[in-house]
């Protein structure tokens, strides 16, 4: 079964700097690369399994960033690549132990694939996930990328 665009959806055109710009007969939507990186973000934290996304350096920095700001940054372990109607993600997550890595990898793709191309009329060519670490229970690191206080 294939899927159709509807014709009254703008095409994606990309801008100078990054980013993508909708164009239409009624004037122009600019998407920056940073908003596709935050949908991307928040997409992969929606699934269950995923304890936090990015690893390594970029939670080091996210921390950092994190004492300043006042929360997580939905970018940290986010990289995307945009084009004129399509975009690529990548990105570091740690995953839940006793969750099946790929389920949770195949529920990451889902989610980021349909949240982008909803939010951005951009087609989603590949989400590449590298699951760096497992956090197991009991186990100090990261905290989870949802909050577990009532």
Do not use: W
Request: charged share 25%; proline share 5%.
């Amino acid at each position: 079964m294939s899927t159709q665009r509807n014709e009254t959806v703008p095409r994606p055109r990309i801008r100078e700097g990054g980013g993508t710009t909708l164009l239409t007969e009624r004037g122009k939507t600019t998407i920056a690369d940073m908003v596709v990186a935050k949908i991307a973000g928040m997409a992969a934290r929606e699934v269950t399994g995923v304890h936090a996304v990015g690893t390594g350096m970029t939670r080091a920095l996210g921390a950092v960033r994190e004492r300043f700001s006042g929360g997580v940054s939905p970018t940290t372990g986010v990289t995307v690549e945009v084009g004129e109607r399509q975009a690529a993600v990548d990105l570091a997550v740690i995953v839940d132990y006793g969750a099946s890595i790929p389920d949770v990898a195949a529920g990451i793709r889902r989610n980021i694939v349909n949240k982008v191309e909803n939010m951005c009329g951009l087609e989603v060519t590949e989400v590449n996930i590298a699951v760096e670490d497992l956090h197991l229970p009991g186990e100090e690191g990261p905290e989870p990328t949802e909050s577990r206080v009532q």
